[in-house]
């Protein structure tokens, strides 16, 4: 099988099964049981034919049927029927808990891989892709492991059994089935290769399809506005029209495969009646050997069937494996150095100093080159400039998402890679413009930073976001059910509830990136002198899009790609003229329109 | 009501009547020509061995391969009746799903929501089609030969046939029990690995929060319980469905132990010979095979039911709105006016607008103004009529809206909506939505008057620059400025721009508001936005709060009567602030 399974990339797939196997090993107890039960099952299993056959053959004619020997037959047969469901339901169990464990296990060393991979992964891999190789592609490999284990195997001894058992009751005619056979897996193997070709066009158009229905339905609003259904729906039909072109001819060839098998295995049962027949007239065989011999024809081209089912089956799990293993294979953020300082809040000065800091996304298109900028305890930092000029990439470096590529980044004096990232994250509280929140209810969110949080904390904690009112206009009040990713709640309500998130657990710094973009000019207000009392005393970085936001700001860094191009306070920057200055009146020009 | 609906949904078999009839009668002859085989191999044991008549062998052998080659003959030819009739149902279905869709209304899309549509028009369908192809070929088939096979037994004998009747009921009541038991387990597993998923998901979009509360190990920690619950639920059904085949196993096999006795006691009594034991015990077999497929086509078929039933409801939704055929002359000097407009969406508890009342003459410049979910969007969507205004009335160049056909409205009033969308094609491809029969040179005009053709200049291919799917390969802002350029190619009477500068720096927006006030012709403005500084030089200026009107004037009146608008005006441009 595996040099059958490996034809393209040999190399990958063999590694990826050696993996599997190695995933497997903490239940080998599983699998040598499951094997053991297979063999037990597959040999009781293939017993019965002969033994019925000896049975008929124990009825001669009226008068002629031994009773006693026919009892004893009957007797084993039914002992054989209990030893195989025992040893069948055995070994599902075993390869149930095989594949299921197998699953888990991968599962959570995705979830924990995940944990450490680098942000730069994360962000340059879209989330549906990283989703469905946790979930869906562990699920296909799991079904494939599970068929694979129960199928493969005992498929294989089916057939090496079959043909001893038939080669122990009579060699010739054993031969005209083993020399039938293979016109069985030659045509399947054919029928398979014709819809193949097929498949990979329906498989195409279906995509092409789907791909026109996602943009479309997420479209709809617009293609209404620009009155395009007419268009859209010519374009529709034409790829439908395709689609079933294909998937007529897909489903139809594929479904060829049962009933030309079947065909074969009828032949294959002509021959065996006609051989075995002749071979009875001559006295080579009993009836009962005969009835033996249609038995195992008539059962034996199933395997076969199977095994290449299992097979497709099993490369396509081995294919989804490779692709969780991919991502366990990433390269994983640095780890925190062995000494790395494990910063306590209360050493947290709020300095912060940058020297030579450089980074760049990209190794071809630099981006922060040469920043330098310090920072005194208490002092409020905002960012402002043009999108795309580097602000959020000066927050990810902040926090330690991205390593400098150049430079460095002390906090308190110390070097922030020489901190645990847990301790210099915990030093930081964050708002982000991306406002996410877990599934659960509005308590827990709350208190997500502060899982030992009291209720009063909590309660307080809102009323400062100026989140407490909605709140408790919600149906379940602090209890609601935040759905995923906050959709039962509006954009500003649930930066509101991001804001209650940092008032709850206040460390030493804060960074706002755009923390109050989603909300009204006039619920701002409200809630700015609340920020203002979190912000005293706290070093702060502040990005906005408003500048009437980061007028107070002690310094203000006016980026433009990558470098700080200006930096000083309102007035001073107001006074020199320059870019800031050009911003901030831009927002004033009343053009007439 | 139930009734009607099947009807609903068969009616796209109805172009494959023929097939749908053929299919299935085809599988009963192939079925036929199965139940024949033990019969024949009866007649070899019992008439050719027992003769030693060799020519008889071989014209029985003769036989069988007649009947697998007219049975193969008959399979081949079910399947592709089935199978034209199968994907041309789901073909037309999905044809017809989707040029529905085309003409729900704006509430109805809101109601569904676009995620549902998808499944509908992709996984529902390729199920319908599943299952329509697999009831083809089976449901004629599987009871077939399992009633053939019963009453074949009793043409053999009558006491052998009555273990078949004991063990039939027994093998159906195991194959369909397991399926019953562990089919609501089978759906509780995909409740937990949708909640599985969604913590993974979790777990990527907040990576940053996540890592920002330092609460890693938390997140892996519930991820493991949730996944150890996943585990133990598949196992448990697994051990469950891990049943049924040893099972029946058991059964088929006693059965056959009985079928044996029996036989025996028949042969000994010179009832029956010893071919037509054989016959028996390949007929039980057979039964089993049979019974399977039968319990899987059951469960295919009624989950192709249920998602049939999905895209009939949907099929169902009539369009709310009904649009006049005849076009009228856009001539009246009012182009919008609204009088005590209110707006209630379907499923909303109270009205998102109430009382809402402006007019608005050609030419004009029109702000609206207000906080978040003050309904804003909901003024400027009733224009183009997207949805119908609960209360009061809404009229366009002196008629009520109701009187103009779809696409007049949807040509003389183009939106540019807050989020800003574009679909895979080409620059020009896009634009081209606003007017198909549009020169380069009116689409380089419009890009001007968009701040967009300095960006489009310097693309490689200009015009011609592939846009990929949602535009992810073009910035929010690029995006933005192109979706206003689509509009403008249009050259709609009144452009509404709602909130469609947000990605725009402040330059970049004075400089389109400047651009758009210089266009010649007289197309009538609506914008809407939070700032202030956009709005301040518009004719009239509606401010809202809470769907109810707070004010309407110019910048100046409001400044000084509205105190909502001062109160947005503050917040933005601080009190005493330098002049603007």
């Known amino acids: ?593 | 009501m139930k009734q009607k609906r099947r009807q609903g949904w068969t009616r796209f078999l109805k172009g494959y009547g023929c097939q749908s009839v053929l299919a299935p009668l085809f599988k009963l002859l192939e079925a036929l020509f199965d139940l024949f085989v033990p019969l024949v191999v009866a007649d070899i044991i019992d008439q050719g061995i027992a003769r030693g008549d060799v020519p008889y062998i071989l014209q029985r052998c003769g036989v069988l391969v007649g009947l697998a080659a007219v049975g193969l003959a008959s399979a081949i030819t079910a399947q592709w009746f089935a199978a034209q009739a199968a994907i041309g149902c789901a073909s037309a279905m999905r044809h017809a799903l989707f040029a529905h869709i085309q003409t729900l209304d704006f509430s109805q899309m809101d109601t569904l929501g676009g995620s549902t549509l998808i499944t509908r028009l992709t996984s529902d369908i390729n199920q319908v089609q599943n299952g329509v192809n697999m009831f083809l070929r089976l449901f004629m088939r599987s009871p077939f030969i399992v009633f053939g096979s019963v009453i074949m037994a009793f043409t053999i004998d009558r006491r052998a046939a009555l273990i078949f009747v004991a063990a039939v009921p027994i093998l159906a009541l195991i194959v369909f029990g397991v399926m019953r038991l562990t089919s609501p387990l089978y759906r509780r597993t995909q409740g937990q690995l949708d909640h599985v998923l969604r913590l993974t998901r979790e777990n990527l979009t907040g990576v940053r929060v996540v890592r920002a509360f330092g609460r890693e190990d938390e997140e892996e920690r519930q991820f493991c319980q949730e996944n150890e619950e996943l585990t133990r639920i598949q196992l448990r059904v697994g051990r469950l469905s891990a049943l049924m085949n040893p099972l029946t196993y058991v059964v088929v096999n006693l059965a056959v132990v009985a079928l044996l006795y029996v036989g025996a006691q028949q042969v000994e009594g010179g009832v029956l010979l010893s071919g037509d034991v054989y016959a028996l015990v390949n007929y039980m077999s057979q039964i089993l095979v049979e019974l399977i497929k039968l319990a899987n086509t059951i469960v295919l078929v009624s989950k192709a039911l249920a998602c049939a039933g999905r895209v009939q409801a949907v099929l169902d939704l009539e369009p709310q709105m009904t649009f006049p055929v005849e076009e009228l002359p856009l001539t009246g000097e009012e182009a919008v006016s609204f009088s005590s407009v209110g707006l209630t969406y379907a499923g909303a508890d109270g009205e998102s607008l109430h009382d809402i009342n402006f007019t608005l003459r050609r030419g004009e410049t029109f702000g609206i103004i207000g906080g978040t979910g003050s309904g804003k969007t909901s003024v400027v969507n009733l224009i183009p009529r997207f949805y119908d205004a609960t209360d009061g009335q809404v009229r366009l160049f002196g008629r009520d809206i109701k009187e103009y056909p779809q696409a007049q409205l949807r040509h003389a009033a183009a939106v540019v909506m807050q989020r800003p969308q574009l679909f895979s094609g080409t620059i020009r491809s896009n634009l081209l939505w606003g007017n198909a029969a549009a020169s380069d040179k009116e689409l380089w005009a419009a890009l001007e008057t968009a701040q967009a053709a300095d960006f489009v200049r310097e693309k490689p291919l200009g015009l011609d620059e592939p846009v990929e799917q949602g535009g992810r390969n073009l910035s929010g802002g690029q995006k933005q400025r192109l979706t206003i350029a689509r509009a403008l190619v249009g050259k709609p009477e009144i452009l509404i721009l709602d909130d469609s500068a947000s990605a725009l720096d402040f330059a970049t927006d004075a400089a389109l508001r400047k651009a758009l006030g210089a266009l010649p012709g007289n197309m009538t403005v609506v914008i809407v936005s939070q700032r202030t500084s956009s709005l301040q030089h518009a004719d009239q200026i509606l401010v809202l709060e809470d769907g109810r009107q707070a004010g309407l004037g110019r910048h100046e009146e409001l400044l000084e009567k509205c105190p909502v608008y001062k109160e947005i005006y503050d917040s933005q441009f601080q009190k005493g602030g330098e002049s603007a």
Not at chain 1, 194 to 216: C, D, H, P
Not at chain 1, 540 to 565: K, Q, W, Y
């Open chain 1, 1 to 593: 099988m595996n040099g059958k399974g490996g034809k393209k990339g040999q190399g990958v797939s063999a590694d990826t099964l050696r993996r599997v196997l190695r995933h497997i090993r903490p239940y080998w107890a599983f699998l040598l049981l499951s094997l053991v039960l297979a063999a037990a099952s597959v040999g009781t299993q293939l017993v019965v034919p002969i033994l019925t056959g000896n049975a008929i053959d124990e009825m001669v004619g009226a008068g002629q049927v031994n009773f006693a020997a026919l009892a004893e037959i009957l007797g084993v047969i039914a002992l054989s029927v209990a030893v195989t469901a025992a040893a069948q339901w055995g070994m599902n169990e075993c390869n149930n808990r095989m594949a299921f464990c197998v699953s888990r296990d991968l599962r959570n060393a995705a979830i924990a891989k995940i944990q450490v991979l680098p942000l730069k992964y994360l962000d340059g891999h879209p989330t549906g892709d990283l989703v469905s190789r946790v979930i869906a592609d562990v699920d296909v490999f799991s079904d494939g492991l599970l068929m694979g284990f129960t199928q493969l195997f005992s498929g294989i001894l089916t057939i090496f059994g079959t043909v001893g058992f038939m080669l122990y009751i009579d060699v010739p005619i054993a031969l005209v089935v083993i020399v039938i056979t293979p016109l069985s897996i030659v045509t399947a193997a054919f029928i398979a290769y014709k819809s193949e070709k097929y498949f990979r066009r329906q498989s195409q158009v279906r995509g092409e399809q789907t791909a026109l229905i996602n943009e479309m339905i997420d479209g709809q609003k617009v293609v209404q506005a620009f009155h395009q259904e007419e268009n859209i729906i010519q374009t529709f039909d034409e790829i439908n029209d395709r689609l079933q072109f294909a998937s007529l001819r897909a489903v139809f060839y594929s479904s060829l495969t049962n009933p030309t098998t079947r065909f074969v295995n009828s032949m294959v049962y002509a021959g065996v009646a006609l051989f075995g027949a002749l071979s009875a007239v001559r006295g080579g065989i009993t009836v009962g050997g005969l009835s033996s011999f249609l038995g195992y024809a008539n059962q034996y081209t199933k395997p076969f069937n199977e095994i290449s089912g299992v097979v497709t089956e099993l490369q396509n799990a081995l294919t989804c494996a490779g692709r969780l293993f991919e991502l366990l294979d990433e390269p994983e953020q640095t780890p925190d150095a062995p000494d790395a300082y494990d910063l306590q809040p209360q050493e947290v000065t709020g300095a912060v100093e940058l020297a030579h800091v450089a980074f760049r996304y990209e190794a071809e298109r630099p981006l922060i080159e040469d920043l330098n900028l310090q920072v005194k305890p208490g002092q409020h930092i905002a960012i402002v400039g043009p999108t795309g000029c580097g602000k959020t990439t000066l927050i990810n470096l902040l926090m330690r998402f991205y390593d400098v590529a150049d430079g460095a980044i002390s906090v308190s004096g110390r070097e922030i890679r020489g901190l645990t990232r847990r301790s210099l994250r915990r030093s930081y509280g964050m708002v982000l413009q991306d406002t996410w929140l877990k599934s659960g209810t509005i308590r827990e969110n709350i208190a997500y930073g502060k899982p030992d949080a009291t209720e009063e904390e909590i309660i307080t904690a809102a009323k400062r976001a100026h989140a407490h009112s909605f709140i408790m206009r919600l149906p379940g009040g602090y209890d609601s059910v935040v759905s995923e990713d906050g959709g039962n709640l509006s954009q500003g309500q649930k930066q509101l509830l991001c804001i209650a998130r940092v008032m709850l657990y206040l460390p030493p710094m804060l960074i706002l990136d755009e923390a109050t973009s989603s909300i009204d000019t006039r619920t701002e207000l409200k809630i700015q002198d609340a920020f203002g009392q979190m912000m005293a005393g706290r070093t702060s970085f502040i990005v906005a899009h408003r500048l009437s936001t980061i007028r107070e700001a002690d310094v203000i860094l006016v980026m433009r790609n990558g470098h700080i191009v200006e930096q000083g306070s309102h007035e001073t920057l107001m006074a020199k003229d320059g870019f800031y200055a050009k911003l901030y009146n831009s927002q004033f020009e009343g053009v007439r329109i």
